[in-house]
T-cell receptor, first 111, second 114 residues
C-alpha cells in the first residue's frame, strides 16, 4: 500500500492561511487523496478528497502536484477550532475499505 | 451528528476477561468499520463489514472478532483481553450512495485493560 509522509507538527497564527503538506511519492495512478482531521477527544472527520485536479469545499482546498507525488491541504483562515491532527490518506480507486491512517500532522493555532 | 453511537464510552476490564464493544448506526449504511488508535500509530483498521454477516479483516485483526447480525449494529469482541489491547476504539460508517468518500466516525470508546 502506498504510504504518506507528513510533518509531525505545525503551528499557525489565527486568521492566517495554513498549508499542510503531504508527500506520497509511491502513489499509483488510481489512488485518491483524502484528508481527515481529528479534533481533541473526537473521532476523525472528513475534510476533502481529490484525484488529480485541485478541489475546494467549504472547509478547505486541496492542491495536488502535477506529478501527484505530493499534495497540500490549505486552510484559508485558520481559527482556534482548526487545531487538530490532520491525516493525509491514500485510497485505491475501487476499494473504500483500504483506508489507512498514518500519524498525521498536529496543527497548533495561536491566537 | 452522523447517527453513530458507540457504547460503552469508557471501560476498564481485567486481563483475560471478554469484552464487547458496540457500534450502533441509524443511517442504514452498508459499510461499518472498527479502528483502534494508539499514541504514535494514528488509526489502524481492525475489521470491517460490508453487510449483515459479511465481515473482513483489517491490518490489526489478531485477538479481535466481529459480528453483524443487523444492519444497524456492529460488535467488536475481545475474547480474552490483554494489556496490549488498551486503546481508544473508533467505529465508522460509510454510505454507498451520494457522499461515498466520506466516512463518519463515532466518538470513540476508551478501553483500559489492567
Amino acid at each position: 500500500d502506498a504510504k504518506t509522509t507528513q510533518p509531525n507538527s505545525m503551528e499557525s497564527n489565527e486568521e492566517e492561511p495554513v498549508h499542510l503538506p503531504c508527500n506520497h511519492s509511491t502513489i499509483s495512478g488510481t489512488d485518491y487523496i483524502h484528508w481527515y482531521r481529528q479534533l481533541p477527544s473526537q473521532g476523525p472527520e472528513y475534510v476533502i478528497h481529490g484525484l488529480t485536479s485541485n478541489v475546494n469545499n467549504r472547509m478547505a482546498s486541496l492542491a495536488i502536484a502535477e506529478d501527484r507525488k505530493s499534495s497540500t491541504l490549505i486552510l484559508h483562515r485558520a481559527t482556534l477550532r482548526d487545531a487538530a491532527v490532520y491525516y493525509c490518506i491514500l485510497r485505491p480507486q475501487y476499494n473504500f475499505n483500504k483506508f489507512y491512517f498514518g500519524s498525521g500532522t498536529k496543527l497548533n493555532v495561536k491566537p | 451528528d452522523a447517527g453513530i453511537t458507540q457504547s460503552p464510552r469508557h471501560k476498564v476490564t481485567e486481563t483475560g476477561t471478554p469484552v464487547t464493544l458496540r457500534c450502533h448506526q441509524t443511517e442504514n449504511h452498508r459499510y461499518m468499520y472498527w479502528y483502534r488508535q494508539d499514541p504514535g500509530h494514528g488509526l489502524r483498521l481492525i475489521h470491517y463489514s460490508y453487510g449483515v454477516k459479511d465481515t473482513d479483516k483489517g491490518e490489526v485483526s489478531d485477538g479481535y472478532s466481529v459480528s453483524r447480525s443487523k444492519t444497524e449494529d456492529f460488535l467488536l469482541t475481545l475474547e480474552s483481553a490483554t494489556s496490549s489491547q488498551t486503546s481508544v476504539y473508533f467505529c465508522a460508517i460509510r454510505p454507498t450512495t451520494g457522499r461515498l468518500a466520506e466516512a463518519f466516525f463515532g466518538q470513540g470508546t476508551r478501553l483500559t485493560v489492567v
